[in-house]
DNA sequence: CGGAAAGTTGACGCGGGTCAAGGAATGTGG
DNA sequence: CCACATTCCTTGACCCGCGTCAACTTTCCG
C-alpha cells in the first residue's frame, strides 16, 4: 500500500497488448499494430490481487474498465439481509466492471479466486482512444454485447431449468470457455468452490454435490475435488436442453 | 405494406427528441439544444408496429438502437425445443436492441405487446454523433450500464427469491417505472398477459394467478383483469425481500 | 355467435431445499 | 511436527413450494 507507485519491475515492463498472448480473445482483436500501441499506452496494469481480495466493491465510484491477464474473478451482488448471488465468473481475456457504466458507481462487487492479475483501462482515456481508433470501439462494442447476450442466456438457465440441465450448461460453457484459451475442453480445474457453483446456478451446494455424484456414476464425469475430466463431452452436450415438455 | 416509404404525415413531422415529453428519461437528458438537434437529425421514427409484430427477430442482421417511444415491448430467447424465455419488457423510454452488439446479429426478438412506436438510431450514424457530442456518448453509456445492472437484479431474483417475492418485485418495479414516466405509481394496466408475467418471473401462470388472488386477499391489490390498484405500497415493497432465513 | 385464447381454481406429486451429521483437506499456532 | 480449528464437501432423511394436470369460466375477436 505505502510503495511507490511508479515502481516497475522487469515483468511489467515486457507485459504489452502486441505480446500478450491473451491478443486474440482481448480488445486487440482486429487491430493493427499501430492501434494496439495506442491502446497499449492507456493500459494500467496493477500489481497482483490475492485470492479473496476485491477487484472493487459495490457502490465504490469507479470509471475504469477491466479486462483479466491471468488468474480469475467473481462477481456478485449482496442484498441488504445479507446474502449474495454470484452473477458472473471471469476467466483471462473477459471484461469485467461494465457494471458502473450507469452511474458510475458499481452495482455489484468483484473478488479474485485466486491469485490474478488485470489490465485497467481508465473510462476517460478509453473514450478518447477509442475516438481514434474505430475498430477498438468496435470490438469494445463487441464485447458488451456479449456480456448481455451472456447475461440472457444465465436468465434462461435460471428461469427455465433442471439442475441437471443447469451443471451440464454449466460445465459445457467452462469447456468452451477453457479451450479458446488453448486449454483442455476435456480435462480442467475448477476454480470456483461448490458453495460458488451453486449460488450462481441458483442451487444448493447439496445438489451440486449429488449432481457430480451422479454424472460420475453416469461415467460423464471424473471428479476429484476441483479436477474435472470430461469423460463424454457430447452426452454432456446432450443434457443442457432436455427432451422438451410439451407444447 | 405496399404503402410509399417516403410519406410523412403531420403527426411524424411534428414528433423530435426537442419536443418529446420522454426527454428527461430517454437520450436527450443532459444535452443542450444544439446537441439534441444533432441527434434528432440522425433518428429515424417509423409506422407503428401493431401488437404482436415483431420489432426484430432473433438472429436478424441489424446495426440499429432503438428506443420506444410509446407502446410496449418484449423481448424473449427461444430455444431449439421450442420453447421461450422472456428477457425483458420494454416502456416508453428504455433502451432497445444492445443485444445486436457482439455481432451485428440479435440475439433474442422483440415484439409489441400493443401497437407501439420507436425512434431508430442507425449504428454508424450513431457512433458518428457520438464523437462530436460526448454528452450522448455518456447517456447512451449509462443506458447500457443501467441495462447490465438490471440484469444482474434479475438473476439475483431468480436465482433466490421465492414466488412471492418475485411478484412483489415485479410489480414495485412496474410501479417506479410508471411513476418515472408521470403514471400513477399505484394504479396501471399489466401491458402483459399472465403467461409473460409467469415466464419472465421463472413461474408457471397458476402461480401467478393465484399469487394475485392472495394479494387481493391480504388487500395489498386490487386486480381486475389487467387493471392493478396497489393499496399498501409500502407493505409490497416490505415482501420484496424476506426476513433473512439464516447466516 | 362461435371458437380460441386467457385466466382461475383445486388436487396431487416431485424436484430440490433444508437440516443434520460426519469426513476430508487445508490452515494456524505452539 | 502435531493438535486443533476451519472451511469445504458429501451423504442421508425429510418435506414443502411450486409445477403439472385437469376442468371450468371469462374475455376476446372475427
Redesign the interface.
Same mark, same amino acid.
Given at each position: 500500500m505505502s510503495a511507490p507507485r511508479q515502481s516497475l519491475d522487469i515483468q511489467t515492463i515486457k507485459i504489452s497488448c502486441e505480446l500478450c498472448s491473451l491478443a486474440e480473445l482481448c480488445l486487440p482483436r482486429g487491430l493493427n499494430e499501430a492501434e494496439v500501441r495506442e491502446l497499449d499506452e492507456i493500459v494500467k496494469r496493477g500489481r497482483p490481487i490475492q485470492r479473496g481480495k476485491h477487484l472493487y466493491r459495490m457502490s465504490d465510484q469507479d470509471h475504469s474498465l477491466y479486462l483479466v491477464r491471468t488468474g480469475s474473478f467473481k462477481s456478485y451482488?449482496s442484498?441488504?439481509?445479507?446474502?449474495e &448471488?454470484v452473477?458472473g465468473f471471469h476467466l483471462p481475456g473477459e471484461l469485467v466492471g461494465?457494471?458502473?457504466? *450507469?452511474?458510475g458507481r458499481h452495482?455489484?462487487s468483484t473478488m479474485a479466486m485466486e491469485t490474478s492479475t488485470v489490465c485497467e483501462l481508465p473510462g476517460e482515456k478509453l473514450?478518447h482512444v477509442c475516438?481514434s481508433v474505430?475498430g477498438l470501439?468496435n470490438q469494445l &462494442?463487441?464485447?458488451? #454485447?456479449? *456480456?448481455?447476450?451472456a447475461?440472457?442466456?444465465?436468465?434462461?438457465l435460471? #428461469?427455465?431449468k433442471s439442475a441437471e440441465e443447469r451443471l451440464a450448461s454449466f460445465l459445457v460453457s467452462l469447456s468452451r470457455r477453457f479451450s479458446e484459451r488453448s486449454f483442455s475442453p476435456v480435462e480442467f480445474n475448477l476454480c470456483m468452490s461448490r458453495q460458488d457453483i451453486g449460488?450462481?446456478? #441458483?442451487l444448493a451446494v447439496e445438489t451440486i454435490s449429488r449432481l457430480f455424484a451422479r454424472f460420475q456414476e453416469d461415467n460423464l464425469l471424473a471428479v476429484d475435488r476441483r479436477l474435472i475430466k470430461i469423460k463424454d463431452l457430447p452426452r454432456l452436450k446432450s443434457l443442457v436442453?432436455?427432451?422438451?415438455k410439451k407444447?
Open positions: 451482488l442484498t441488504d439481509d445479507g446474502d &448471488q452473477v461494465l457494471d458502473a457504466f *450507469e452511474t452495482t455489484c473514450n475516438r474505430p470501439h &462494442q463487441s464485447l458488451i #454485447g456479449k *456480456e448481455i447476450s447475461d440472457h442466456s444465465m436468465l434462461l435460471l #428461469g427455465k449460488n450462481y446456478l #441458483g436442453s432436455r427432451p422438451t407444447d
